[in-house]
């Protein structure tokens, strides 16, 4: 989760929300962070770019036995990715009141309608998660550059 967090710490400095993942899969370490601002892409959460690396670098769309370490809850998108991937677990920092959907607001990954069950383990760092997530957006509601809060 401490990698995660410094990706998404290089995230908030380059002008995105701070959410960072790192993807294991196959003994291989796949780590990316929020680039929707970069890239103009409302698909590039961080967890949606180690999957797209993950499945290019490896030849397969089907990550069995993969573990994604993510600094937040997971949003109903990348929980479809998740699935869709087939990952085995999923690990997150803080959760997310707003759009969460590992439980927060639904649960998508204990949803009786997908094909593929995930494990969840929610709250790793749960506290610096949040606050690095909060320091951003109280930054950027007074206008400053967003902090370095790691």
């Known amino acids: 989760?401490?990698?995660?967090?410094?990706?998404?710490d290089e995230a908030a400095r380059a002008g995105d929300?701070?959410?960072?993942?790192?993807?294991?899969?196959?003994?291989?370490?796949?780590?990316?962070?929020?680039e929707k601002e970069r890239r103009f892409d409302p698909t590039a959460h961080a967890e949606v770019l180690a999957i797209r690396s993950a499945a290019a670098t490896l030849g397969t769309w089907r990550l069995a036995g993969g573990v994604l370490v993510v600094t937040k809850e997971p949003c109903v998108m990348c929980a479809g990715a998740i699935v869709a991937a087939r990952l085995e677990r999923v690990?997150?920092?803080?959760?997310?009141?707003?759009?969460?959907?590992a439980g927060s607001v639904i649960d998508v990954f204990a949803s009786a309608a997908v094909n593929h069950r995930v494990a969840v383990t929610a709250g790793v760092l749960e506290a610096e998660t949040g606050a690095q997530l909060r320091a951003y957006f109280a930054a950027k509601r007074q206008g400053a550059a967003a902090p370095d809060v790691l």
């Open 17 to 34: 929300v701070p959410v960072g993942a790192v993807l294991f899969v196959d003994r291989r370490e796949f780590v990316t962070r929020n």
């Open 1 to 8: 989760m401490r990698r995660a967090m410094a990706l998404a």
């Open 91 to 101: 690990v997150f920092g803080c959760r997310d009141p707003k759009g969460g959907a």
